[in-house]
Protein backbone atom coordinates (compact mmCIF):
# COMPACT_ATOMS: atom_id res chain seq x y z
CA UNK A 1 0.00 0.00 0.00
CA UNK A 2 1.83 3.48 -1.33
CA UNK A 3 1.49 6.93 0.65
CA UNK A 4 -1.08 8.37 -1.72
CA UNK A 5 -3.77 5.43 -1.13
CA UNK A 6 -3.23 5.75 3.11
CA UNK A 7 -3.52 9.65 2.46
CA UNK A 8 -7.15 9.17 0.74
CA UNK A 9 -7.96 6.80 3.36
CA UNK A 10 -6.72 9.34 5.77
CA UNK A 11 -8.76 12.10 4.15
CA UNK A 12 -11.84 9.66 3.80
CA UNK A 13 -12.02 9.20 7.21
CA UNK A 14 -11.89 12.58 8.32
CA UNK A 15 -14.34 13.95 6.02
CA UNK A 16 -17.08 10.77 7.73
CA UNK A 17 -16.16 11.80 11.22
CA UNK A 18 -16.73 15.10 10.24
CA UNK A 19 -19.97 14.24 8.82
CA UNK A 20 -21.00 12.37 11.95
CA UNK A 21 -19.80 14.99 14.18
CA UNK A 22 -22.26 17.30 12.08
CA UNK A 23 -25.35 15.27 11.90
CA UNK A 24 -25.14 14.47 15.66
CA UNK A 25 -24.58 18.09 16.23
CA UNK A 26 -27.50 18.94 14.75
CA UNK A 27 -29.62 15.86 16.21
CA UNK A 28 -28.52 17.22 19.46
CA UNK A 29 -29.84 20.85 18.45
CA UNK A 30 -33.58 19.66 16.95
CA UNK A 31 -33.93 17.50 20.52
CA UNK A 32 -33.30 20.69 22.57
CA UNK A 33 -35.69 22.62 20.40
CA UNK A 34 -38.11 20.25 20.37
CA UNK A 35 -38.08 19.56 23.76
CA UNK A 36 -38.64 23.36 24.47
CA UNK A 37 -41.36 23.41 21.48
CA UNK A 38 -42.82 20.15 23.43
CA UNK A 39 -43.65 21.54 26.77
CA UNK A 40 -44.89 24.70 25.05
CA UNK A 41 -47.43 23.19 22.70
CA UNK A 42 -48.50 20.63 25.58
CA UNK A 43 -49.45 23.52 27.70
CA UNK A 44 -51.00 25.14 25.17
CA UNK A 45 -53.14 22.08 24.33
CA UNK A 46 -53.82 21.54 28.05
CA UNK A 47 -54.83 24.96 27.92
CA UNK A 48 -57.53 24.42 25.11
CA UNK A 49 -58.43 21.27 26.38
CA UNK A 50 -59.59 22.44 29.04
CA UNK A 51 -61.50 25.49 28.27
CA UNK A 52 -63.15 23.25 25.73
CA UNK A 53 -64.46 20.88 28.42
CA UNK A 54 -65.61 23.86 30.77
CA UNK A 55 -67.66 25.19 28.39
CA UNK A 56 -69.16 21.46 27.18
CA UNK A 57 -69.86 20.58 30.84
CA UNK A 58 -71.41 24.13 31.16
CA UNK A 59 -73.51 23.74 28.24
CA UNK A 60 -74.39 20.11 29.55
CA UNK A 61 -75.61 21.75 32.83
CA UNK A 62 -77.52 24.53 31.87
CA UNK A 63 -79.10 22.77 28.69
CA UNK A 64 -83.02 22.97 28.81
CA UNK A 65 -83.77 21.94 25.40
CA UNK A 66 -86.32 18.63 25.33
CA UNK A 67 -84.04 17.22 22.37
CA UNK A 68 -80.66 17.24 23.56
CA UNK A 69 -81.57 17.62 27.65
CA UNK A 70 -81.31 13.50 27.90
CA UNK A 71 -77.89 13.45 26.31
CA UNK A 72 -76.02 16.15 27.73
CA UNK A 73 -77.12 14.66 31.50
CA UNK A 74 -75.73 11.50 30.05
CA UNK A 75 -72.28 12.76 29.38
CA UNK A 76 -72.54 14.77 32.59
CA UNK A 77 -72.89 11.46 34.33
CA UNK A 78 -70.75 8.98 32.50
CA UNK A 79 -67.95 11.30 31.05
CA UNK A 80 -67.42 15.15 33.10
CA UNK A 81 -68.88 14.43 36.55
CA UNK A 82 -66.65 13.32 39.52
CA UNK A 83 -69.17 11.13 41.22
CA UNK A 84 -69.46 13.08 44.66
CA UNK A 85 -70.06 15.99 42.84
CA UNK A 86 -72.72 13.94 40.65
CA UNK A 87 -74.48 13.08 43.87
CA UNK A 88 -74.60 16.62 45.74
CA UNK A 89 -75.98 18.47 42.27
CA UNK A 90 -78.35 15.91 42.61
CA UNK A 91 -79.18 16.39 45.36
CA UNK A 92 -79.95 19.39 45.74
CA UNK A 93 -81.91 19.42 42.44
CA UNK A 94 -79.47 21.36 40.04
CA UNK A 95 -79.51 18.31 37.82
CA UNK A 96 -82.74 15.86 37.44
CA UNK A 97 -81.89 13.06 40.24
CA UNK A 98 -83.95 10.46 38.81
CA UNK A 99 -85.03 9.55 35.21
CA UNK A 100 -88.34 9.97 35.70
CA UNK A 101 -87.86 13.31 37.18
CA UNK A 102 -86.28 14.65 33.94
CA UNK A 103 -89.11 12.59 32.00
CA UNK A 104 -91.93 14.83 33.97
CA UNK A 105 -90.00 18.18 33.62
CA UNK A 106 -89.06 17.26 29.92
CA UNK A 107 -92.73 16.36 29.27
CA UNK A 108 -93.29 19.86 30.76
CA UNK A 109 -90.80 22.07 28.69
CA UNK A 110 -92.45 20.19 25.22
CA UNK A 111 -95.87 21.14 26.69
CA UNK A 112 -95.17 24.71 27.03
CA UNK A 113 -92.62 25.21 23.93
CA UNK A 114 -90.18 26.04 25.77
CA UNK A 115 -86.16 25.63 25.25
CA UNK A 116 -82.77 27.58 25.65
CA UNK A 117 -79.98 28.79 24.21
CA UNK A 118 -76.39 28.74 26.35
CA UNK A 119 -73.68 30.92 25.65
CA UNK A 120 -70.72 30.71 27.61
CA UNK A 121 -67.23 31.85 28.22
CA UNK A 122 -64.44 30.26 30.46
CA UNK A 123 -61.82 32.25 32.14
CA UNK A 124 -59.03 29.92 34.37
CA UNK A 125 -58.57 31.52 37.75
CA UNK A 126 -55.97 29.38 38.72
CA UNK A 127 -52.79 28.16 36.71
CA UNK A 128 -53.86 25.59 33.66
CA UNK A 129 -50.33 23.31 34.65
CA UNK A 130 -51.63 22.87 37.65
CA UNK A 131 -53.81 19.05 38.40
CA UNK A 132 -56.77 21.34 39.35
CA UNK A 133 -57.73 24.47 37.88
CA UNK A 134 -60.84 26.87 38.53
CA UNK A 135 -62.90 28.16 35.71
CA UNK A 136 -64.87 31.09 35.92
CA UNK A 137 -68.13 30.71 33.62
CA UNK A 138 -69.90 33.50 32.62
CA UNK A 139 -72.86 34.55 30.03
CA UNK A 140 -76.24 34.49 28.59
CA UNK A 141 -78.74 31.49 29.43
CA UNK A 142 -81.79 32.47 26.97
CA UNK A 143 -85.13 31.43 27.34
CA UNK A 144 -87.21 30.11 24.15
CA UNK A 145 -90.52 29.94 23.51
CA UNK A 146 -92.07 28.55 20.15
CA UNK A 147 -87.80 29.48 19.17
CA UNK A 148 -88.43 33.03 20.25
CA UNK A 149 -86.43 34.33 23.00
CA UNK A 150 -88.21 35.67 25.70
CA UNK A 151 -85.87 36.39 28.06
CA UNK A 152 -82.22 36.41 28.93
CA UNK A 153 -80.56 35.82 32.28
CA UNK A 154 -77.06 36.05 33.20
CA UNK A 155 -75.03 33.04 34.05
CA UNK A 156 -71.79 33.20 36.85
CA UNK A 157 -70.42 30.07 38.41
CA UNK A 158 -67.15 28.29 38.69
CA UNK A 159 -66.08 25.09 38.56
CA UNK A 160 -63.04 23.30 39.35
CA UNK A 161 -61.58 20.99 36.90
CA UNK A 162 -58.68 17.75 37.08
CA UNK A 163 -56.70 16.73 34.93
CA UNK A 164 -53.56 14.65 36.08
CA UNK A 165 -51.04 12.96 34.11
CA UNK A 166 -53.15 9.33 34.94
CA UNK A 167 -56.35 10.55 33.50
CA UNK A 168 -55.19 9.64 30.24
CA UNK A 169 -56.59 13.42 28.83
CA UNK A 170 -60.40 12.97 30.50
CA UNK A 171 -60.27 15.60 32.87
CA UNK A 172 -63.23 15.52 35.17
CA UNK A 173 -65.35 18.48 37.19
CA UNK A 174 -64.37 17.85 41.36
CA UNK A 175 -66.57 21.10 42.34
CA UNK A 176 -69.08 23.82 41.16
CA UNK A 177 -70.43 26.73 43.41
CA UNK A 178 -72.30 29.59 42.63
CA UNK A 179 -75.39 27.83 40.33
CA UNK A 180 -78.65 26.84 42.21
CA UNK A 181 -81.78 25.20 40.82
CA UNK A 182 -82.86 28.38 40.05
CA UNK A 183 -80.23 28.52 36.97
CA UNK A 184 -79.81 25.02 35.97
CA UNK A 185 -81.23 22.82 33.59
CA UNK A 186 -83.82 21.60 36.33
CA UNK A 187 -85.05 24.90 36.29
CA UNK A 188 -87.87 25.39 33.92
CA UNK A 189 -90.78 24.83 35.85
CA UNK A 190 -89.57 27.55 38.40
CA UNK A 191 -89.29 29.91 35.30
CA UNK A 192 -92.39 28.94 33.72
CA UNK A 193 -94.63 31.53 32.39
CA UNK A 194 -98.03 32.43 34.44
CA UNK A 195 -101.33 33.17 32.64
CA UNK A 196 -102.68 36.18 34.33
CA UNK A 197 -106.41 35.89 35.10
CA UNK A 198 -108.31 38.40 33.57
CA UNK A 199 -110.46 40.40 36.36
CA UNK A 200 -114.62 40.63 35.93
Known amino acids: MNHSENANRQIQSLKRAAVTGALM ?17 QLKQ ?5 ADFATSVAQHILDRNPETIKESLTVLMHEQL ?5 EKLEGTKVIPDSPITLM ?12 NKIQVSVQPLTPV ?10 G ?3 TLVDGKKVDDRPIDFSIVCMLTSDMDGFPRVV ?8 KSASSTSASAPTKKRRRR
Request: aromatic share 4%.
Open 104 to 115: RETEQWKTDHRS
Open 129 to 138: DKDQVTYKIT
Open 82 to 86: DLKLL
Open 46 to 50: REQKL
Open 175 to 182: DLTGLDKG
Open 140 to 142: TDS
Open 25 to 41: FVAVAITVTTSGCSKEQ
